[in-house]
């Protein structure tokens, strides 16, 4: 079974736009795959299904065996507990330290303290931030913000980590660093990213696959991909 499958996915809203026009792709556990198009092409629209932010008009898409369209929206929490998620603005709790942003996540499952600690210092420490926990989101930079933002989405140890635009805030030298932690992810735990982007310059270094969306369709699907073929894009 594929870890997450769109099969013939539609999605037209309300104002007649069509996002999304008969997807159908399948990815695999452990790998990274890199989505990318033009503002408005149905890339955020495809990253937001995974995580029933939308749902399909037709068509099905499946998380890990779950059919999200058919989710109530009561139960969406249990999908949301199973993925990671990065956004490209951060979406910390400025009055939270360091250390109280990543743990919210696990206080929300009800964990204990005694079981909560340990996993928010092994999510730091994989990010580069153990030496941070103390601090408030207004006192790191961009770069470190969105560490601990990668911190809090890999705490629970989820199958996918999904990235919206991660770098999109940051300076190239911040992103390459931030790409870094990613594939780290990738490779030592064994985590299936999906990230959406419009640095070329990193789909171009990294040689992952790459999923193209242009007018909602799926117009290209390319193993060890770049963005070079669609430089018009």
Not at 139 to 145: A, I
Not at 188 to 205: C, E, P, Q, S, Y
Request: hydrophobic letters at 40%.
């Amino acid at each position: 079974m594929k870890l997450i499958e769109f099969k013939k996915v539609n999605k037209v809203y309300k104002n007649g736009v069509t996002a999304l026009a008969d997807v159908s792709v399948s990815i695999d556990k452990g790998e990274f795959v890199f989505v990318i198009g033009l503002t408005a092409s149905g890339k955020s629209t495809f990253i937001k299904m995974l995580y029933r932010e939308e749902k399909p008009t037709s068509g099905n898409v499946l998380v890990g065996g779950l059919n999200v369209g058919k989710i109530r929206n009561g139960k969406v929490f249990k999908l949301r507990r199973r993925l990671g998620i990065v956004f490209q603005d951060f979406k910390l709790l400025p009055r939270l330290t360091v250390y109280e942003n990543v743990a919210f996540a696990l206080e929300c499952v009800g964990l204990t303290d005694k079981e909560i600690r340990p996993k928010v210092m092994e999510a730091l420490d994989r990010v580069g931030l153990k030496a941070k926990v103390r601090a408030f989101p207004g006192e790191l930079s961009g770069g470190e913000q969105q560490r601990v933002c990668i911190a809090r989405a890999i705490v629970n140890d989820p199958r996918i980590l999904i990235c919206d635009e991660p770098t999109g805030n940051l300076d190239p030298e911040t992103s390459e660093e931030i790409m870094k932690v990613i594939e780290s992810i990738n490779k030592d735990l064994g985590t299936t990213i999906i990230m959406a982007t419009h640095d070329k310059d990193i789909v171009n270094r990294m040689k992952k696959r790459v999923l193209l969306i242009e007018q909602g369709v799926l117009a290209g699907d390319y193993q060890e991909g770049s963005y070079k073929a669609h430089e018009s894009n």
